[in-house]
C-alpha cells in the first residue's frame, strides 16, 4: 500500500511562485511514473507534470516554461516548482504516483493563485 502526503499549497498574487512536495511512504520504483494532477473548480482532474525519468518527463502545454517537476528516489519525494503563477493555475493539486495500471492519489493541497 503507497501513502501519498502532498504539502506547500496556499494563496499566492499571479505572478508568485509556489513549490509543492510530496512524500511516499514504501519504496517507489524510479521507473514508476509521480507526477502532479490538478483539478479546477468545475473542471476535471487533469495532468500537470509527471517524471519517471531525468530524461522522461512531462508538462502539459499550459505550464511549460514556469513549473518545475523534479523527484528524489532515495526519499520517495517528488516536488513541482511553480512559478510566474496566474489565477487559472487555481486548483486542487493531486500527488500520483502509477504501478502498473494502478494509481495512487494524496488528498489534494489547493492552490489559489489571485488576480
Same mark, same amino acid.
Given at each position: 500500500?503507497?501513502?501519498?502526503?502532498?504539502?506547500?499549497? #496556499?494563496?499566492?498574487?499571479?505572478?508568485? %511562485?509556489?513549490?509543492?512536495?510530496?512524500?511516499?511512504?514504501?519504496?517507489?520504483?524510479?521507473?514508476?511514473?509521480?507526477?502532479?494532477?490538478?483539478?479546477?473548480? #468545475?473542471?476535471?482532474?487533469?495532468?500537470?507534470?509527471?517524471?519517471?525519468?531525468?530524461?522522461?518527463?512531462?508538462?502539459?502545454? %499550459?505550464?511549460? #516554461?514556469?513549473?518545475?517537476? %523534479?523527484?528524489?528516489?532515495?526519499?520517495?519525494?517528488?516536488?513541482?516548482?511553480?512559478?510566474?503563477?496566474?489565477?487559472?493555475?487555481? #486548483?486542487?493539486?493531486?500527488?500520483?504516483?502509477?504501478?502498473?495500471?494502478?494509481?495512487?492519489?494524496?488528498?489534494?493541497?489547493?492552490?489559489?493563485?489571485?488576480?
Amino acid at each position: 500500500q503507497v501513502q501519498l502526503v502532498e504539502s506547500g499549497g #496556499g494563496l499566492v498574487q499571479a505572478g508568485g %511562485s509556489l513549490r509543492l512536495s510530496c512524500v511516499a511512504s514504501g519504496s517507489i520504483a524510479s521507473r514508476w511514473p509521480m507526477g502532479w494532477y490538478r483539478q479546477a473548480p #468545475g473542471k476535471q482532474r487533469e495532468l500537470v507534470a509527471s517524471t519517471a525519468s531525468s530524461s522522461n518527463t512531462y508538462y502539459a502545454d %499550459s505550464v511549460k #516554461g514556469r513549473f518545475t517537476i %523534479s523527484r528524489d528516489n532515495a526519499k520517495n519525494t517528488v516536488t513541482l516548482d511553480m512559478n510566474n503563477l496566474k489565477p487559472e493555475d487555481t #486548483g486542487v493539486y493531486y500527488c500520483n504516483v502509477r504501478i502498473g495500471t494502478y494509481n495512487y492519489w494524496g488528498k489534494g493541497t489547493l492552490v489559489t493563485v489571485s488576480s
